[in-house]
C-alpha cells in the first residue's frame, strides 16, 4: 500500500510535558537554602489552579451550576418562613433566591400560564374554562396538582413543582419534567428513553474500564456537582434533564437553559478525552469553519411540535440532517451523503488494513523475543512502534464519526500512523542479528533447506537400493 506521509503520527499524540530541573530547594556542601523564585512559582501556579476552577470545573469558563452541601446545609439550619410554598415570592426572601427568582420569572414555566375570572390561556392555544383547565391541563400547567381532588396550588410551574421543603429539596432523576414534557407532539422523552445519555451508566457498569472517575461525564450527580468519588456500582442516575439543563439559567441569554454558553460547548464538556474525542477531532473540522453546531446535526428533527424540540436521541439521520434548508445542502443531500459513506469507507478500509498488518508484524517480533538471546533493545522500540500505531487508529475510531469529523485531520494522521508503522518493520529486518556468526537469516533457511534436501535424498537412496 503506497501511502503519503505527511506528518509523524506522535504529532497527534499527547504527551506529558518534562519538569525542568530547578527544585524548590537546593543544598550546598554546608546547608540547604530555599530558592524563593521557585517557591514564589510554586504558589503562583496553585493560585492560577484557583482561578482556573472558580472560572469553572473544565477551566474553560463554561458556566456549570453547581449544587454542594453548603447549600443544603444552609437550608437545613435556617430554613425561611416560606409559607405554604405556593409563593415563588416567599423563596426571595431578604438576601435568598432573588437571582433565581430572577432568571425563572422570565421562562415559560412562569408566564405561559394567565386568566382571568372565567377562562385560563395557556400560551396561544385557544382559552379553557377553568372546570376544562382542571380536568385536563392542569396535571402539567400547574403546581401541585392533585388528581384526587381536581385542585392545584397556582398556575404555571413554580417553585414547588420541583423543589420541597424537606431535604434534598430537589431531585435530578428527570422525573418531574418526564411528566410534563410528554404530548402534544413533544417527544423529548421518548427521544432521550431510547438515547446513549439514558443509558451512560448502564453502559459503564458493564464496560471493562469503568472507574469512579467516570461517573462526572456518565451520572447527573457527577456531572452537576462535578465530583469524581462516586461509586459507580451506587444508587446514582444517568444523564438525566438536569444534567444539561438548568432552569435557574438566565431565560434571556439562554433559551434552552442549558449550562454552558451552547450547545456545542457542552457536549465539549464530556466528549473529549482519549476514549470519546469526538468534541476535539471535530474542531478544526469542516463543519466546524462552518459554524455547524453538534446539534444543527445531531439534533435536528423536521417537523414537531415547535423548533424547541429537537432529537434528544442525538442519532444523526444523514438524509434529513444534511437537507435541511439552511445553511445546509439542500437539492445536494445526494452528493453530501455519498461523501459521507465513502470517507466513512475509506476509514474502515484504512484502519482494517493497518490492524492486519500490525498484527501479523507483532506475532513475528514476539516469537522473536521469545528466543535465547533476542536483542530485547530492538523489539521494545518496535512494539513501542506498534503500540502507538494503532493506538492513532483507536483514538480516531473512537470518535465514533468513522473520519468524517474531520477528515483532513483523521486520515493525515492514521495514514502518518501506518508509515510509522511500515518504517519500524524495515527498521525491525535491517537490524535483526544473524542467529550465527557469518550467516544471514535468509542464509540459515537455503542451508538448512538444501541440507534437509539431501538427508531426504540420502534416504530414499537407501530405500531404493534395498528393494532392488
Not at 204 to 219: D, W
Not at 320 to 343: M, P, Y
Request: with cysteine; aromatic share 10%; proline share 4%.
Amino acid at each position: 500500500m503506497n501511502m503519503l506521509k505527511l506528518r509523524s503520527a506522535r504529532d497527534f499524540l499527547l504527551k506529558p510535558k518534562e519538569f525542568g530541573e530547578k527544585s524548590m530547594v537546593y543544598y550546598t556542601d554546608e546547608t540547604p537554602v530555599v530558592n524563593k523564585r521557585a517557591v514564589a512559582g510554586y504558589y503562583l501556579f496553585l493560585v492560577l489552579i484557583g482561578f482556573a476552577i472558580l472560572l469553572g470545573p473544565t477551566g474553560s469558563g463554561i458556566p456549570i451550576t453547581l449544587w454542594g452541601d453548603r447549600t443544603r446545609e444552609a437550608h437545613e439550619l435556617a430554613t425561611p418562613d416560606m409559607g405554604d410554598f405556593t409563593d415563588p415570592e416567599s423563596c426571595i426572601g431578604a438576601t435568598c433566591h432573588t437571582d433565581e427568582f430572577d432568571y425563572w420569572n422570565a421562562t415559560g414555566h412562569a408566564t405561559h400560564v394567565t386568566s382571568n375570572s372565567t377562562y385560563v390561556f395557556i400560551g396561544t392555544h385557544a382559552e379553557r374554562a377553568w372546570a376544562d383547565f382542571n380536568a385536563t391541563c392542569a396535571q402539567c400547567h400547574a403546581t401541585n396538582w392533585d388528581n384526587a381532588t381536581d385542585s392545584h396550588d397556582g398556575l404555571g410551574i413554580q417553585c414547588g413543582s420541583c423543589h420541597d421543603l424537606t431535604s434534598p429539596y430537589y431531585s435530578v432523576d428527570g422525573d418531574d419534567c418526564a411528566s410534563c414534557h410528554v404530548g402534544h407532539g413533544d417527544g423529548v422523552v421518548d427521544d432521550w428513553s431510547n438515547s446513549a445519555h439514558a443509558n451512560s451508566l448502564t453502559d459503564l457498569r458493564t464496560s471493562s474500564h469503568a472507574g469512579s472517575s467516570c461517573m462526572h461525564c456518565m451520572s447527573t450527580e457527577g456531572f452537576i456537582d462535578q465530583a469524581t468519588d462516586f461509586d459507580p456500582t451506587g444508587d446514582f442516575n444517568p444523564l438525566t434533564c438536569p444534567a444539561c439543563h438548568s432552569s435557574h439559567s438566565n431565560y434571556s441569554s439562554n433559551p434552552g437553559q442549558i449550562r454552558a454558553v451552547n450547545a456545542t460547548e457542552l457536549c465539549a464538556i464530556c466528549h473529549v478525552g482519549s476514549h470519546h474525542p469526538s468534541a476535539t477531532v471535530w474542531r478544526g473540522g469542516p463543519h466546524d469553519l462552518a459554524d455547524v453546531e453538534c446539534i444543527d446535526c445531531h439534533g435536528w428533527q423536521p417537523g414537531g411540535y415547535g423548533s424547541a424540540y429537537i432529537n434528544h436521541t442525538f442519532a444523526v439521520d444523514p438524509e434529513v440532517a444534511c437537507a435541511q434548508s439552511t445553511a445546509c445542502h439542500e437539492g445536494h443531500e445526494d452528493w453530501a451523503i455519498n461523501q459521507l459513506e465513502e470517507i466513512q469507507s475509506a476509514f474502515h478500509d484504512l484502519v482494517e488494513e493497518l490492524e492486519t498488518e500490525a498484527t501479523a508484524f507483532e506475532a513475528i517480533v514476539e516469537a522473536y523475543n521469545a528466543t535465547v538471546g533476542a536483542n530485547y533493545t530492538l523489539t521494545s522500540y518496535v512494539l513501542d512502534e506498534v503500540e502507538t500505531a494503532v493506538g492513532v487508529a483507536h483514538y480516531y475510531g473512537y470518535d465514533r464519526s468513522d473520519g468524517f469529523h474531520d477528515p483532513m485531520e483523521t486520515f493525515e494522521a492514521v495514514n502518518g500512523a501506518f508509515r510509522d508503522l511500515l518504517d519500524a518493520k524495515a527498521f525491525y529486518y535491517e537490524n535483526l542479528p544473524a542467529p550465527a556468526a557469518g550467516f544471514s537469516a535468509d542464509t540459515l533457511i537455503i542451508v538448512g533447506g538444501a541440507a534437509g534436501g539431501i538427508v531426504v535424498g540420502l534416504l530414499l537412496g537407501v530405500l531404493v537400493g534395498r528393494r532392488r
